[in-house]
């Protein structure tokens, strides 16, 4: 039965009042908000990559391996099969749980010792160590998360050579990369030359990338592991403290219990709310009134927040916390489309709700643990993301 009615998003993304499935903006970027329509984008063979500084990357010299975020096609599809035996269910549960418990006790002893904490800095705490894990950055100077933070800063410039503003957030940009690079990366390459292990950069290694093709992979994978997982374990603590029917429900379940209350969590709040494709060839798209037809060379913006809301797909009160609700006629896909579909559907959509659910799971058996502060939030447009600073936690 659902006990919480109504619209119970937090996060209060940019409005429209186009609920069309597919439709075209002013710019000819064609716009999906239906879930079906949406799903077909992710899924389809005639779609790559766009967005997530694509064009950057296309630039570099095609001997350059890129990361396999911006891949496509055969080879990215070997590249998934081979990394695969990362993300298994079997593997996180043998592989890292113990480390989330602990990596998550370490994090909370801060919080009993100091009887407050600002949640962000926590969770990413509990998010840089198990990425790093999975990874291979196990080498690391002091310092990893200052870095990442100088990296992924919560505010973005745009680097160029026509301006005082982007020659700056250019040359600050190739100084945090180079910071990483010889304080993370270069470490972890060779202590794993030295030592193979059975992790992504002992596999990077072994398919001779180059060392500024792993810092490339390392970034990507930390952006995916480190800041995304953040967001969400503040997002879902902040449904969690403002909502007493859900969070004691969520203290009274198992773990299934548990992880369907964050799955719908995440339904209702994707931590990356738009994926873009381009397309390579005529792609046609279900549509009320027979199919649609996307040109070759098209830009498409996924709206994933729309998707996940559609109410063919996920039933009647879209917008209320429903756990257990059934997505699309089934609950394989439980959070929707909020780890994407298809080629790139995130791998390590598993460590990440198992990760959230070990971190608040033991934040909320803390006596007394109340939220002291409500937090504020920004977003990044170039893929409709949130962030979440300010939400104070308190065990006095």
Same mark, same amino acid.
């Given at each position: 039965?659902?006990?919480?009615?109504?619209?119970?998003?937090?996060?209060?993304?940019?409005?429209?009042?186009?609920?069309?499935?597919?439709?075209?903006?002013?710019?000819?970027?064609?716009?999906?908000?239906?879930?079906?329509?949406?799903?077909?984008?992710? /899924?389809?063979?005639?779609?790559?990559?766009? =967005? #997530?500084?694509? !064009?950057?990357? $296309?630039?570099?010299? @095609?001997?350059? &391996?890129?990361?396999?975020?911006?891949?496509?096609?055969?080879?990215?599809?070997?590249?998934?099969?081979?990394?695969?035996?990362?993300?298994?269910? /079997?593997?996180?549960?043998?592989?890292?749980? =113990? #480390?989330?418990? !602990?990596?998550? $006790?370490?994090?909370? @002893?801060?919080? &009993?010792?100091?009887?407050?904490?600002?949640?962000?800095?926590?969770?990413?705490?509990?998010?840089?160590?198990?990425?790093?894990?999975?990874?291979?950055?196990?080498?690391?100077?002091?310092?990893?998360? #200052?870095?990442? !933070?100088?990296?992924?800063?919560?505010?973005?410039?745009?680097?160029?050579?026509?301006?005082?503003?982007?020659?700056?957030?250019?040359?600050?940009?190739?100084?945090?990369?180079?910071?990483?690079?010889?304080?993370?990366?270069?470490?972890?390459?060779?202590?794993?030359?030295?030592?193979?292990?059975?992790?992504?950069?002992?596999?990077?290694?072994?398919?001779?990338?180059?060392?500024?093709?792993?810092?490339?992979?390392?970034?990507?994978?930390?952006?995916?592991?480190?800041?995304?997982?953040?967001?969400?374990?503040?997002?879902?603590?902040?449904?969690?403290?403002?909502?007493?029917?859900?969070?004691?429900?969520?203290?009274?379940?198992?773990?299934?219990?548990?992880?369907?209350?964050?799955?719908?969590?995440?339904?209702?709040?994707?931590?990356?709310?738009?994926?873009?494709?381009?397309?390579?060839?005529?792609?046609?798209?279900?549509?009320?009134?027979?199919?649609?037809?996307?040109?070759?060379?098209?830009?498409?913006?996924?709206?994933?927040?729309?998707?996940?809301?559609?109410?063919?797909?996920?039933?009647?009160?879209?917008?209320?916390?429903?756990?257990?609700?059934?997505?699309?006629?089934?609950?394989?896909?439980?959070?929707?489309?909020?780890?994407?579909?298809?080629?790139?559907?995130?791998?390590?959509?598993?460590?990440?709700?198992?990760?959230?659910?070990?971190?608040?799971?033991?934040?909320?058996?803390?006596?007394?643990?109340?939220?002291?502060?409500?937090?504020?939030?920004?977003?990044?447009?170039?893929?409709?993301?949130?962030?979440?600073?300010?939400?104070?936690?308190?065990?006095?």
């Amino acid at each position: 039965m659902n006990d919480h009615r109504g619209d119970a998003r937090k996060i209060e993304r940019p409005s429209t009042q186009d609920t069309c499935p597919v439709s075209r903006a002013a710019d000819g970027t064609w716009q999906i908000r239906g879930y079906a329509q949406a799903r077909a984008v992710l /899924r389809s063979d005639v779609t790559v990559q766009a =967005g #997530l500084g694509i !064009e950057t990357v $296309e630039k570099l010299p @095609a001997r350059v &391996r890129r990361p396999v975020l911006y891949r496509d096609g055969p080879e990215h599809r070997e590249d998934r099969r081979q990394t695969a035996k990362f993300f298994t269910p /079997r593997r996180v549960d043998e592989h890292y749980r =113990g #480390l989330m418990a !602990e990596v998550a $006790e370490r994090q909370l @002893a801060k919080l &009993r010792a100091a009887g407050g904490a600002q949640l962000s800095e926590l969770s990413f705490g509990m998010a840089i160590e198990v990425a790093s894990a999975v990874i291979g950055l196990t080498s690391s100077r002091p310092g990893i998360r #200052l870095r990442l !933070e100088r990296f992924f800063p919560e505010k973005f410039g745009k680097p160029g050579l026509t301006s005082v503003h982007g020659i700056y957030w250019l040359v600050r940009q190739n100084v945090n990369w180079l910071r990483v690079y010889l304080a993370d990366v270069r470490p972890a390459i060779r202590d794993h030359r030295r030592h193979p292990r059975d992790d992504l950069i002992s596999h990077l290694i072994s398919e001779g990338c180059t060392a500024a093709e792993i810092l490339g992979e390392c970034l990507t994978f930390a952006a995916a592991g480190m800041v995304t997982t953040r967001e969400f374990i503040c997002v879902a603590a902040w449904h969690l403290f403002t909502d007493e029917t859900l969070l004691e429900r969520y203290r009274a379940a198992d773990e299934p219990g548990r992880l369907a209350i964050l799955h719908e969590i995440l339904r209702l709040e994707p931590v990356v709310g738009r994926l873009r494709r381009r397309t390579t060839a005529e792609l046609d798209l279900p549509g009320a009134d027979g199919p649609v037809t996307v040109p070759p060379g098209a830009l498409i913006d996924v709206l994933v927040d729309a998707a996940n809301t559609d109410p063919l797909a996920v039933g009647a009160e879209p917008l209320s916390v429903c756990p257990g609700r059934a997505v699309d006629g089934g609950s394989a896909n439980a959070a929707a489309l909020s780890f994407g579909d298809g080629p790139h559907r995130c791998p390590g959509a598993g460590i990440a709700i198992l990760e959230t659910d070990v971190f608040l799971s033991r934040l909320f058996a803390l006596d007394g643990v109340r939220m002291a502060a409500h937090p504020r939030v920004s977003f990044n447009n170039d893929i409709g993301g949130y962030e979440i600073r300010g939400l104070r936690v308190s065990t006095v």
